[in-house]
């Protein structure tokens, strides 16, 4: 039980909280039941959902060297992958029974076809770097945060589809595309043993730090537009406190990997890890508290 709860590394959803707090400090929580839909939301995507998808990555790949949230990870056993099917249906059958609506029931049942498809040898999306890569930043990001937003809302998902709403979503993805990598960069040699092309082993330790410049940059440059013509100035002040840190860890990071490539390790990527899911979330939450 203990190497199950392990590999569900639950600790892991604070990472992709700053998605679903950027919704929520979006979203019209004026609605009838606003603030149950959003505690229900929050649970099963983060308790469950989430969980189950990492559990079940971890069956499949059955790793030996350090993996997110876990430097040495237990053994596995079918017992890991019966509790991720487990916390997959268990989502789905709670989301109908209290109500949330069939969009977000068909969001919790396309997000875990996905991480099945990414993990699973049949498919193993894992193995396509560029796929693979594309469909993390996607899923994790911009499909997640739409979903949070309609479930809370209740709102028309065609309603969803114009600037101010898809801004939002495309800055999450942007976020993931940039850290998503970075969190491969040290397992380069576990992947190469198992045949995974991973997007990182495909552009390399450098090619890793420089797409996740890239995109932080795409990130801010999506932010700056966003909140100077739907938000407040005064959003961007905050968001410069709050990531000036992790910008800064990100740049020295790279320095040090320069000189000495094995910086490039599992203790880096999680500082790096812990220090954006800080900066993001204590971001949102600000955005979050001014909104309410």
């Not at 983060?46 to 040495?72: F, R, T």
């Not at 469909?135 to 969803?160: C, D, K, N, P, R």
């Not at 990527?269 to 971001?283: K, Q, Y």
Request: glycine share 6%; net charge positive.
């Amino acid at each position: 039980m203990r190497n199950i709860l392990l590999h569900l590394r639950i600790p892991f959803s604070v990472f992709l909280l700053p998605v679903f707090l950027f919704a929520l400090s979006q979203t019209n929580l004026s609605t009838n039941g606003a603030t149950g839909r959003t505690w229900w939301a929050f649970a099963l995507i983060h308790l469950l959902l989430y969980p189950a998808s990492n559990a079940y990555n971890s069956y499949y790949d059955k790793d030996e060297g350090s993996i997110g949230m876990l430097e040495v990870p237990p053994p596995v056993s079918i017992g890991l992958l019966a509790t991720a099917w487990a916390l997959d249906i268990a989502a789905i059958i709670v989301a109908w029974w209290v109500g949330l609506g069939t969009s977000f029931i068909l969001y919790l049942v396309i997000y875990g076809a996905i991480s099945k498809a990414y993990s699973h040898p049949a498919i193993r999306l894992k193995k396509y770097p560029l796929l693979s890569w594309l469909v993390v930043g996607l899923f994790q990001g911009a499909f997640t945060y739409m979903a949070t937003v309609q479930v809370i809302s209740q709102a028309e998902v065609s309603s969803l589809f114009s600037l101010k709403n898809l801004l939002p979503p495309l800055i999450c993805t942007s976020n993931l595309w940039a850290v998503y990598p970075l969190t491969q960069v040290y397992q380069h040699e576990e992947d190469a043993r198992r045949g995974d092309l991973t997007y990182s082993r495909m552009v390399g330790i450098e090619g890793t730090f420089l797409n996740a410049a890239i995109f932080f940059a795409l990130s801010f440059a999506g932010f700056l537009y966003y909140f100077l013509n739907f938000g407040s100035s005064n959003s961007l002040i905050a968001l410069t406190l709050c990531m000036g840190p992790v910008l800064g860890y990100f740049g020295y990071w790279w320095i040090m990997v320069r000189q000495n490539v094995a910086a490039a390790n599992f203790r880096h990527t999680m500082r790096m890890n812990v220090l954006a899911s800080l900066g993001l979330n204590l971001f949102f939450g600000i955005l979050c508290f001014s909104t309410f």
